[in-house]
């Protein structure tokens, strides 16, 4: 289980480091928003992966930490998953606006000469 979860976060990161290095913008708002889902998975493996527990103590469990799951990695996460849909907004709100100004999408604001000639993808 842990293998996996870091082999996610792991293939999560690197595919959201590689989509903010293009040069469009659509390209580095969904390498941001892969970057997120990696940062919220590592938040959440960090309190000690365990199904079925609750997160708060009962009554006539003991209080050891096999009885229950920690509850601050669930509110981080929580948290982060609302700042990283605010920052997405505000970035897509950016980068339509800077489309209809400049006419392209690339984020230096004008293509490469290579691309203009044709020479480009």
């Keep these: 289980m842990e293998f996996a979860i870091a082999s996610a976060i ?8 590689y989509l903010l290095l293009r040069a469009r913008t659509f390209d580095v708002i969904l390498g941001l928003t892969l970057l997120s889902y990696a940062t919220n998975l590592l938040i959440f493996s960090s309190g000690r992966i365990v199904v079925g527990k609750p997160p708060v ?6 209080e050891t930490l096999a009885s229950y799951t920690d509850p601050l990695p669930q509110a981080l996460v929580l ?13 897509v ?17 004008e293509e490469p ?9």
């Design 10 to 17: 792991g293939v999560l990161a690197a595919s959201g480091v």
């Design 93 to 109: 709100v950016v980068a339509m606006r800077e489309h209809s100004d400049l006419h392209t999408d690339h984020v230096d604001g």
């Design 79 to 91: 948290t982060a998953i609302v700042i990283a849909f605010a920052m997405t907004a505000v970035t």
């Design 113 to 121: 000469d290579d691309e203009r000639r044709g020479g480009g993808r």
């Design 57 to 62: 103590l009962g009554d006539g469990l003991p």
